[in-house]
């Protein structure tokens, strides 16, 4: 041989490099496989080769080379070889060592090669003749892999070792997805080096399209952008920083005719993640800071109706509509969110302006194509091509779902109270529920955003600016729990289930075709709730609140919602229920009654607020006991008030018709909105002047709710027409009402023989709140003789709601 295999190697090494090398704008070596060569062996393109190519092509070189200067014929005894390797070859051995020395080179040119050290350890793997060229060969390009082709997927101990030390704390959470869009954001052009999205307006415009088109053209969103730099336009992943190569079919979904999403690496289907939900988070902030900017100011509130402090149904001394309900309070559930009067979700916030039918439309077309996304992107080990990412996805994308919007957005669609909005609504729940199943089903996800509650931040920044926040900043955030997206499909479950028993009951009540429909929704979120509530994982331990200490306190209002809606038998509530006569002549009752009524108990399962029951007719779904306790700081804290309730034959095309029943025997009149003869005045019962019953909006959810917030208020003197302010009087009115209170609300109930209705309510609210009882009754001044009376009766229960 002219010269030795390593003279020649380093020399075709250096012609290479300076034919490949470049420089780029920060002064770092980058190899352009574009460049112009001698050879056309080596004018690779950067979409079609990659480093097994590159390899190919070196070796072609190198035998050319090689075979014009001295072919070998017989088999070598050299030391001259790369390594000093001391054991014979023969023409096979010398290929393979061609091989692994032209992977070497490939790997290096690229600015990857093996370190130092790495050489030395292989090199005495050849002194000691243990393993053959090819076997070294794939472990070197092996080595070349791991450490230089980005890879979101990491053990499944480390996964999660990081997931159970950030998932009670959402400010732990914010470092992974600092540290993750921190490299995205300064993953240069893989040609020039600028920055693909430094800033949060160029990850905006790069969304543009997709945020605002939902119809024609197409739309590309692909984790490989095309440079900006007028002279570059290079097209580099900005998941791995590579440079587009060909596209890989697996990686590149259509998502419906005008939407394509397509991705280089694991790493770049992470980002795809990060993008959509960036862009849908800000999309709702805009939202939400336009309805704060045009929100129309309340009306002020008349001095003389309601008092400085008073929150009942008053009317001013022109009887003209109460201040109270123009402006449209709000009531507080605590953890089972806030009402709004007037038909608004008593979950939803106090909104601004509607937003108008259209509006709302294309608002669901944006939220069903971002779930399709996502229910493309998203991790699953069902996937006809499973990935690593779908074994193992990263830490970061338990933070970005977590961190957003997108799964209070989820939140608000399974408490819809409405299942008829939902069935209209129907393809946008459908891309809901597929999404919900697929967070459901894989353990990385499943814990953190379906069975967990929730930490939100109030009007907090979106998850773009803490994308792009530092992290001194983001840390002073807080957060609020509420409730977890199981608690919420459980609660939709609730309605759909009794739907569906209502359809097998009444068969010829559900036969229009928008009944089927409404059916099949109810099936697939009642299927979904089976399958996701049976494999859910064990809670965790409740996060402290800000004093270092846990709040139990929510946990004394679960038996209400057990106790919420109760099926009876028809004549334990017929045979003392005030509309028996009137239920019993009922006869051609209208289209669509049968169904309404089952929407209407439906919501009532999952809508009512804490202190309000319903007991109902097991065959006669019209006919309803409803039992409320008062609220606290009102003159009927604790108090037991029952009401009969009966749906009229042309239901809901008529209000419902209620008596109030807990008068005294018809001594006492609680509220000047409850006469002693037991009529109720409500405008939604069409008994009074004000908001009338709407037939295709309003609901009996809605009058009960109105009762307890409006009639069982804390200043009811004022409910009386004409009156003015005047504080003594409220007062010295409040102080009597206590007394009705006592006698009638709490001691009528503590009987020896438990009410045959509502014996289980009574049993388990006397138990739970006994001392409570006893504190509010002695702060009211009521008679010591009285609240002897009181005290000695509910001695009869203890605290674990049974009969002593």
């Known amino acids: ?70 072919p070998l014929e017989q088999p070598l005894q050299s030391n001259d070889g790369l390594f000093g390797m001391r054991h014979a070859y023969g023409p096979q051995a010398h290929t393979n060592d061609d091989e692994r020395i032209a992977r070497e080179l490939a790997a290096e040119l690229n600015g990857n090669g093996p370190a130092a050290t790495e050489s030395a350890n292989f090199e005495n793997t050849y002194i000691d003749g243990g393993a053959d060229d090819e076997a070294i060969a794939r472990e070197m390009q092996a ?3 791991r450490e230089h082709r980005p890879s979101t997927s990491r053990p499944a101990s480390e996964t999660q070792a990081r997931a159970a030390d950030s998932t009670l704390d959402p400010h732990a959470r914010r470092g992974p997805l600092q540290t993750f869009t921190e490299g995205v954001r300064h993953t240069g052009c893989a040609a020039c ?30 984790s490989v952008l095309k440079c900006s730099k007028a002279t570059c336009s290079a097209a580099t992943c900005i998941g791995c920083g590579v440079q587009s190569r060909k596209q890989d079919p697996n990686n590149s979904v259509a998502v419906d005719n005008n939407l394509v999403l397509s991705w280089c690496c694991a790493r770049g289907r992470m980002v795809l993640i990060w993008l959509l939900i960036c862009g849908f988070d800000r999309r709702k902030t805009a939202e939400r800071r336009r309805d704060s900017f045009f929100k129309k100011p309340s009306v002020s509130p ?81 996937a006809e091509n499973v990935q690593d990412f779908d074994l193992e996805p990263p830490v970061v994308l338990e933070a970005v779902l977590t961190q957003s919007d997108f799964l209070g957005t989820i939140a608000t669609l399974l408490r ?113 709730a089976d399958f996701l509530l049976a494999n859910a994982v064990p809670a965790p331990i409740p996060t ?24 009876l038998p028809d004549n334990e509530i017929m045979s003392r229920h005030t509309y028996r006569g009137e239920a019993e002549r009922i006869s051609n009752v209208a289209t669509g009654r049968m169904k309404s009524l ?64 807990t008068t005294g025997g018809g001594r006492v009149r609680f509220n000047p909105n409850l006469y002693n003869c037991g009529k109720v005045c409500l405008s939604l019962l069409g008994t009074w002047a004000g908001e009338a019953w709407e037939p295709k909006k309003s609901t009996i959810l809605q009058v009960l709710v109105s009762i307890q917030a409006m009639i069982f208020c804390d200043e009811p003197w004022y409910n009386e027409p004409g009156r003015s302010t005047n504080r003594d009087a409220s007062l010295r009115h409040n102080q009597e009402l206590q007394g009705y209170t006592v006698q009638h609300a709490l001691l009528y109930w503590l009987t ?16 739970t709140n006994a001392q409570a009882i006893e504190r509010t009754v002695a702060s009211w001044g009521v008679d010591y003789n009285t609240r002897m009376q009181l005290s000695q009766a509910m001695r009869r229960w203890d605290g674990s709601g049974r009969r002593l």
């Open 752 to 767: 020896p023989e438990l009410d045959p209705v509502w014996g289980d309510v009574v049993e388990r609210h006397f138990a």
């Open 302 to 382: 008349q001095k003389a109706p309601n008092g400085p402090n008073g929150t009942g149904v008053g009317y001013d001394s022109e009887y003209g509509f109460s201040a109270v309900f123009n402006k449209k309070k709000a009531y507080d559930y605590g953890k089972y969110g806030t009402y709004m009067p007037g038909g608004a979700s008593r979950y939803a916030a106090v909104a601004g302006v509607p937003a108008s039918a259209t509006t709302e439309a294309v608002e669901d077309r944006i939220t069903e194509r971002l779930l399709a996304c996502l229910d493309v992107l998203l991790p699953s080990l069902v």
């Open 416 to 528: 819809n109270d409405s299942l008829e909005d939902a069935t209209k609504r129907a393809s946008l729940y459908g891309s809901m529920l597929d999404v919900v199943n697929k967070l459901g089903s894989h353990h990385a996800t499943a814990a953190s955003t379906i069975h967990r509650t929730r930490q939100v931040q109030d009007h907090g920044p979106d998850i773009l600016s803490l994308s792009f926040a530092s992290a001194s900043n983001s840390d002073k955030a807080k957060f609020e729990e509420t409730q977890s997206l199981a608690t919420c499909l459980r609660n939709f479950d609730k309605q759909s289930k009794n739907l569906l028993a209502s359809a097998r009951a009444h068969p010829q009540a559900f036969k229009a075709e928008d009944s089927q429909q409404m059916l099949s929704l109810c099936r697939r979120v009642s299927e979904l």
């Open 193 to 222: 080096g600028k920055p693909a999205l430094a800033s949060e307006n160029e990850l905006l415009l790069k969304l543009k399209p997709w945020l605002e088109s939902t119809g024609s053209p197409m739309t590309n969103i692909s």
């Open 598 to 661: 089952s929407l209407q108990l439906s919501n009532l399962m999952t809508s009512l607020p804490p202190g309000i029951f319903v007991r109902h007719c097991a065959s006669r779904l019209d006919v309803m006991k409803i039992l409320i306790i008062g609220p606290k700081g009102t003159p009927y804290e604790h108090g037991l008030f029952e009401f009969d309730l009966l749906c009229p034959a042309n239901f809901p095309n008529s209000p419902p018709s209620m008596n109030f029943r």
């Open 1 to 70: 041989m002219a010269f030795g295999v390593s003279a020649r190697i380093n020399n075709l090494k250096g012609s290479l490099a300076s034919k490949f090398t470049n420089t780029n704008a920060k002064g770092k070596e980058v190899v352009d496989l574009t460049a112009e060569s001698d050879s056309s062996d080596y004018a690779a393109s950067p979409v079609e080769d990659n480093d097994e190519e590159i390899a190919r092509k070196l070796q072609a070189r190198y035998d050319a080379e090689d075979s014009a200067e001295q």
């Open 544 to 567: 402290p609140g800000s004093n270092g200490q846990t709040t139990p306190a929510a946990a004394n209002d679960d038996w209400q919602a057990d106790l919420a809606v109760v099926e």
């Open 143 to 145: 080595q070349f892999d």
